[in-house]
Each structure stands twice: as structure tokens, then as C-alpha cells.
């Protein structure tokens, strides 16, 4: 299979908030997911357009395919969760957008969060018992959830797929596509 094809007919969900996304966390896998042959949806609590920042300067908006009330499980192959202060800590509030990814870990589909995105993660209650890596100041979240925090690039548990930072992108996009190759 080459990797142009490689996810073929595969529908990836990436799920933000209204502002406060990394961009570059959103757009790089989002670029792996179609360079790999797969179709990128945008899922976030309201419709219409999101803000992307470049760390706290705001950069691009981008469209909203699905609402978060109305994106099902079944249509996706994978979640993807971006990272960025604002953005998780928005999403951990949202209860539909919680209730999805609760959802998707435990339909065993393919989960992937880097950086501040594993704050969604230890709200929907699904990091007990599981290895996870993200930016360095949440280890105490993810190890008062039960979870175990490692410093690595990127860590494979199950389903979940987690990296630290921009910086761990390459690994973080190689990974996912792998996933679900």
C-alpha cells in the first residue's frame, strides 16, 4: 500500500474549541491524515468557524464540518485531539465534546492528543490505568487520574496516542497514519 493510499476511505474526526487551538497541532496531522489517503473532519461544540493560534498570537480560522452534538462515533476511524492551552481546558467543559471522546476510547478506535489536548482525556475519565505522555505541567493531572506520565516523544497505550509537543509532531503524524495503515 503506498502512503498515499494508505488510509483510503478513512474519516479522521479533530476535535477543537471555538479558539485556542495550536495550530500547527491541528494542521500537521491534518495534512499527514490527507497526504496518507485520508478525509479530515472538523468536530467542535459550535458551528461555523474556529480560531487557530500560533502559541498566543491568533493566526487562521477554519470551517466546521460537524457540530460535536451531532458527530457519531461510528463515522470516524480516529479522533485526533489538538493541543493548546485554551483550547482543551474549553473542550473539558463541553459536555458532548466530552461525551465523544469518552466514546471513542472506549469504542477501541484509534485516539491521538498532543500536547495540553490530554486535559480532555482526564476529564472524559479514560486515562486510569493507561501510559501517557503531554506537555510537562499536566503530568500531575494525569497522575492524579490515575494515570501514569512518562517524558517521551510520543507513547502508544492501547488506542491512545499522545506526544509532549510541536516539536514531537513528526513522530506524533507518523504514528497516527500507522494506526490506522
Known amino acids: 500500500m503506498t502512503e498515499s493510499t ?11 474549541a471555538g479558539e485556542g487551538i495550536e495550530q500547527v497541532e491541528l494542521t ?17 461544540p459550535q458551528a461555523g468557524e474556529v480560531q487557530g493560534f500560533n502559541h498566543l498570537d491568533r493566526a487562521d480560522t477554519f470551517p466546521v464540518d ?5 458527530a457519531d462515533v461510528a463515522s470516524f476511524d480516529a479522533l485526533v485531539l489538538p493541543g493548546g492551552v485554551a483550547n482543551p481546558d474549553a473542550l473539558r467543559m463541553d459536555k458532548d465534546a466530552v461525551a465523544f471522546i469518552r466514546s471513542f476510547v472506549e469504542s477501541g478506535k484509534t ?3 498532543i500536547c495540553h489536548a490530554p486535559w480532555s482525556l482526564i476529564e472524559a475519565g479514560v486515562v486510569q490505568g493507561r501510559t501517557l505522555t503531554s506537555w510537562p505541567s ?4 494525569v497522575r492524579n ?17 499522545t506526544s ?10 507518523s504514528t497516527l497514519v500507522e494506526s490506522l495503515s
Open 145 to 161: 487520574a490515575g494515570g501514569t506520565w512518562v517524558d517521551e516523544e510520543v507513547v502508544v497505550d492501547g488506542n491512545l496516542i
Open 28 to 44: 500537521e496531522p491534518w495534512k499527514a491524515v490527507q497526504e496518507a489517503g485520508g478525509t479530515p473532519k472538523l468536530v467542535s
Open 164 to 173: 509532549r509537543k510541536p516539536d514531537d509532531l513528526k513522530a506524533f503524524n
Open 111 to 113: 485516539v491521538a492528543a
Open 6 to 16: 494508505a488510509l483510503s476511505g478513512k474519516q479522521v474526526a479533530f476535535l477543537v
Open 66 to 70: 460537524v457540530a460535536a452534538s451531532e
Open 138 to 141: 499536566l503530568q500531575t493531572d
